[in-house]
RNA sequence: GGGACGUUAGCUCAGUUGGCAGAGCAGCGGACUUUUAAUCCGCGGGUCGGGGGUUCGAGGCCCUCACGUCCCA
């Protein structure tokens, strides 16, 4: 017998004892007054004097996290996830019954307490408490008390026991929720209407990726998981909603990076009559009234480096940023064949579709991406990456669109979303030709889309905000895992779960 | 796909040149009515990620597989 099964043995054993005195281990509900963390933040600032003058009887549920027992007094922490209310639970002041339940408590059971609120000698808020139920009893030891749980595959692959035991991870996550609840606030603020659009469409369009495919039984179809929302909210537009907005997951079956998760989720919204350039203001509005709200700072610490949010932000066309942060000359940037030379001449890979904007895209990242530490827009992308955006009226080679770039991460992508349905047809074909020429992640075609451009989408600028790595930066996280609560792992192999016992228990 | 690093008790980690596998916490037994990483006395606990090899002898060296982390593509 290992130690674990010897420690998750002794529990059973416990709990089999506990059940056996005639007291239910999984009761189905416990009357309450308030949890730890709340106990703590109200009544903290008290007096021993004002608490004892108020006698205040509470009942307290919450996990057992800490013992210090001392004879026939025993210290107790009860935590709610958030904060830990002291117990101070005296033989002599509660039944025998249970006092021996006490005494077979373990670390990691959920319990409730009742008993008045005091202030120990050392001056510590607890809960006298004279009356303890069993919720629920923890049959596998508790990760260490003071290091907590550091192995990062375990913190993914059980985060339950993460955020058990490791308070800024619960911290990351009520973070996240802020940042989602407060662009809700401001979106809705500003007229806009939050929707729902299929997840599982029959066309994936709307970004550049590969999608992953599904299949209906009922219909007899494969569908895909959505890249992007984009062409389902810009047809809201056509229907005559002019600000639109959706917070929800897309799927894209690429690689797993720091920077990476398949499934992912975005913010896109839509705002009909402006272009690009007031999605740049309402994005570095929206985005420092976030850091303003939520860490009370617009300095970002990200890296062991400060990031100032501090408006306006920098913006280069794509252009520019290669000529001027990538040290490329400017004459080469002008044309496919002088892209394709400085490609070469830096011995850099040439990508598959040799188009102009392929090319200036390719040297881009090479040379400049990296240097956009932010909070930078980078602007003006050629027009044949760009399918859905409107050219500039003064050079079509380029469109009206702008990526945020904040900690050297891509945060935001936005245009003018192009409204003509006859360029729109011509764009996807241009797609569809990259496609057979080997380009995987451009868009397929969807008709459906360019006959309800042929009803009169009214010009809007859209945009996407990716939450994760927003989340990320708020809160320092170097890896989009460490802001998604389950992030996609490789599944263990057959008996390495660490669960064998269980199939043992079953007999 | 390539490279570097990691995987030792439930958890956090040591383990020197290849020579008896360790500590703290947690657990078990005992003492203790104001502790808070409680303290004190005692005890138990290992598929050193899996498999193979080298060696008199492998946690440590070699090969291989798995999972993870980071970097690169």
């Known amino acids: 017998m290992s130690e674990l099964d010897v420690q998750i043995a002794n529990r059973r054993q416990k709990r089999d004892e506990i059940a056996a005195a005639g007291v239910s281990v999984y009761p189905h509900r416990f009357e309450f007054d308030l949890e730890p963390s709340v106990v703590k933040a109200k009544y903290d600032d008290l007096s021993i004097e004002e608490l004892e003058e108020k006698a205040l009887r509470l009942r307290v549920p919450g996990r057992i996290t800490a013992f210090r027992k001392q004879g026939k007094l025993v210290f107790a922490d009860l935590h709610d996830g958030k904060d830990r209310l002291q117990l101070f639970l005296r033989k002599n002041a509660m039944s025998e019954q249970t006092w021996e339940l006490l005494l077979q408590l373990d670390l990691g059971d959920v319990v409730g307490v009742e008993g008045q609120l005091m202030r120990t000698r050392m001056g510590e808020l607890s809960l ?13 030891p508790l990760p260490e008390k003071w290091s907590g749980l550091k192995d990062v595959e375990l913190r993914y692959r059980q985060r ?15 973070t996240r929720a802020r940042i989602i609840s ?17 997840m599982m469409q029959a066309i994936a369009g709307g970004a550049a990726a590969r999608p992953f495919v599904t299949h209906h039984n009922a219909l007899g179809i494969d569908l895909y998981l959505r890249v992007a929302p984009e062409l ?12 639109v907005y959706e917070i929800n997951r897309n799927f894209r079956n690429e690689g797993i990076s720091v920077q990476h998760n398949p ?23 929206l985005i420092t009234g976030l850091a303003e709200d939520i860490l009370g700072t617009t300095t970002l610490s990200w890296k062991g480096e400060e990031l100032s949010l501090e408006r306006p932000w920098k913006r280069y066309s794509m252009k520019q940023a290669t000529v001027e942060l990538g040290g490329v000359e400017p004459a080469a940037v002008e044309s496919e064949e002088r892209l394709l030379a400085e490609l070469h001449a830096r011995k850099l890979e040439v990508p598959k579709a040799r188009t102009y904007g392929h090319l200036l895209a390719a040297l881009f990242e090479a040379t400049a991406e990296d240097e956009l530490r932010g909070p930078v827009f980078l602007t003006d992308h050629p027009t044949d990456i760009s399918p859905l955006s409107k050219q500039k009226p003064d050079d079509p080679r380029f469109t009206e669109r702008f990526e945020l770039y904040l900690g050297g991460m891509e945060i935001a992508n936005a245009f003018s979303e192009l409204n003509d349905p006859d360029v729109q047809t011509q764009r996807f074909r241009e797609q569809m030709l990259a496609r ?13 889309y360019v006959r309800a451009l042929e009803f009169g989408m009214p010009p809007a600028g859209g945009e996407g905000i990716g939450i994760d790595r927003l989340t990320m930066l708020f809160t320092g996280s170097p890896s989009i895992r460490d802001v998604i609560l389950f992030p996609l792992l490789r599944p263990l192999p057959e008996g390495q779960t660490g669960d064998e016992w269980m199939v043992e228990s079953e007999d």
């Open 436 to 448: 057979e020429a080997g380009d995987d992640e451009a868009h397929q075609v969807d008709h459906d």
């Open 263 to 285: 499934e992912f989720t975005m913010l896109e919204f839509y705002w009909a009559y402006v272009d690009y350039r007031q999605l740049m203001d309402l994005t570095e509005e």
């Open 128 to 140: 006298a408490g004279d009356r303890i139920t069993i919720l629920a009893k923890a049959l596998r």
């Open 232 to 243: 389902y909210l810009k047809r809201l537009l056509v229907g005559g909603i002019p600000r």
């Open 160 to 174: 339950y026991l993460d955020l058990m035991s490791n308070t800024d991870s619960r911290r990351v996550f009520e």
């Open 182 to 198: 407060g662009i809700r606030s401001f979106l809705d603020a500003r007229g806009f209407l939050e929707v729902e659009t299929p």
